[in-house]
């Protein structure tokens, strides 16, 4: 699976509930020396497109922090194990 697969793609939680479109990966490397996804960034409501403001680590300019948190402000880091992205089918009994 590419990353351009995941990106604007429905995210639902563990239990089916939908948390938004996932806007960015957050990518580390394995034990193995491969890289892997250890979290999304998800915007419930909209699309979003990121520019890398939206890091805290991110040195800019205070007007633009200040319309990068105020357009940013509902995206959520949310850890890769609890992401599903399809929602969760429940079988009639």
């Known amino acids: 699976m590419r990353a351009s697969d995941l990106l604007g793609a429905t995210a639902y939680d563990l239990e089916g509930r939908q948390l938004g ?7 580390g490397v394995g034990s193995d020396g491969v890289p892997v996804i250890r979290a ?3 915007a419930p409501n909209r699309r979003v497109r990121l ?3 939206e890091r805290d680590e991110m040195n800019r300019p205070w007007l633009i922090d ?3 948190r105020w357009v940013h402000r ?4 949310i850890p890769w194990n609890d992401v599903r992205l ?4 429940v079988r009639p009994t």
């Not at 399809?86 to 089918?89: N, T, V």
């Open 74 to 77: 509902d995206l959520h880091e």
């Open 21 to 27: 479109r996932i806007a960015d990966l957050i990518t």
């Open 40 to 42: 999304v960034l998800v």
């Open 86 to 89: 399809r929602p969760l089918q």
């Open 66 to 68: 200040r319309i990068a």
């Open 51 to 53: 520019l890398g403001y």
